[in-house]
C-alpha cells in the first residue's frame, strides 16, 4: 500500500455535537450533530463527509487491483466529481469524469476544481448519459480509455455502504456505548441512508430526507440494503423543495438563520433540506418527546460556491 492511503484507515472519529436549540427543547427532543463535514483529507472540503466514507474502501480495492485510473459520472456541480478528483490528486490516481450536459464555458467552481486536481473531463448529452450503467458501454468506454476502476454515479456501491456503516460504532462510542433514538440523514442516492442502516443492524431508527423528486428512492435503498429484515429505517419524501437541486425562499430562509444561530454551514442541496425536515417533523411532534436525534452533516460545501455563482447573494 502507498503512505498516502494508510491515511484513510487512520483518520480520528468526526465530532458528535450537541445542537442547544429551543426548538428541540420545546419538543423535549434532544439534539445532536454528526459532523462529517469536519471530517476530510487533504485541504480542501470537496473530500470529506459522507463522500469520503463512500470512497474509503473504493480507494483501497482500486489499490488492491492496482488500478491506476478511476472513472466516474456526475452532473456538472457534483459533489462527487469533486471528491474522486481530489482522491486522485492525494492517492495518485487518474481520473475521468464523466459529465452530464453540454460543456459550458467558463467552467464553473466545481469543475475548474476538478480539472485543477488533474481529472479529465468529458461531457455527454443526456441520453447518452443515460447508457452509464449498462456493461457494453462501460466496456466501450475502456476501449477508449483503457482500464480502470469504475465508481457509479454518487458513489453508492456495496463498498461506499461499508464506509458508511462505520459512522454507526463512532457515534456509539462517542455516546459511551449507547445510540441515538433516531439518526436522520439527506437522501440523494440513498447509499448513506442504506449504509447507516447496516451498521444500526436493527438498532435504532434510520431517517432519510430524499432531496430529489419521486418515488424511486424507496426501491433504490431497499435494493442495496438486500436485506427485507432490516426495517427500521423510513424515508420522508416532502422536503425537496422542488426537486433535485431546487429550492424555496423558506429553505433559505432557514439556512442562513441555521448559520447565524449555530455557527455551522449547510448546503441548499443536501444538509439544508435535511435540518429544514428535522425541524419541521420536530414541529409535528414526529419524534416522541424524550427522545434523541442524531442529524449527519455529510459535508457538501464545496457545492455552496456553484450556488453562489448561480445565485449571487441568497446565501449569507
Known sequence: MRPAMASL????PSPLQELKDERATASGVRLLMKRDDLLQIGNTNAFCG????????????AEAKQCTALLTFGGAYSNHLAAVAQAGRLFQFKTIGMVRGEMVQPLNATLQFCEHCGMHLHFLSRSAYREKDKPEWLEQLRQQFGSFYHIP???TNALALRGCAELIPEIRAQMEGILP???????????TLA????????????????????????SA????L??????????????????YARFTPELIDFINAFKQEHGIALDPIYTGKLLFGVFDLLKQGFFPPGSTVAVVHTGGLQGIAGFHERYPGLLQ
Do not use: M, S
Open 195 to 218: 449504509g447507516i442502516v447496516q451498521g444500526l443492524g436493527g438498532a435504532a431508527q434510520a431517517l432519510g430526507i430524499a432531496v430529489l423528486k419521486g418515488n424511486f428512492l424507496q
Open 50 to 61: 459522507n463522500k469520503w466514507r463512500k470512497l474509503k474502501y473504493n480507494l483501497l480495492e
Open 221 to 224: 435503498i431497499t435494493q442495496q
Open 153 to 155: 454515479e454518487g458513489g
Open 226 to 243: 438486500n436485506a427485507p429484515a432490516l426495517n427500521n429505517w423510513q424515508l420522508c419524501t416532502v422536503y425537496h423543495g422542488g426537486g
Open 181 to 191: 433514538d433516531f439518526i436522520a440523514v439527506a437522501c440523494g442516492t440513498g447509499g
Open 9 to 12: 484507515l487512520a483518520h480520528p
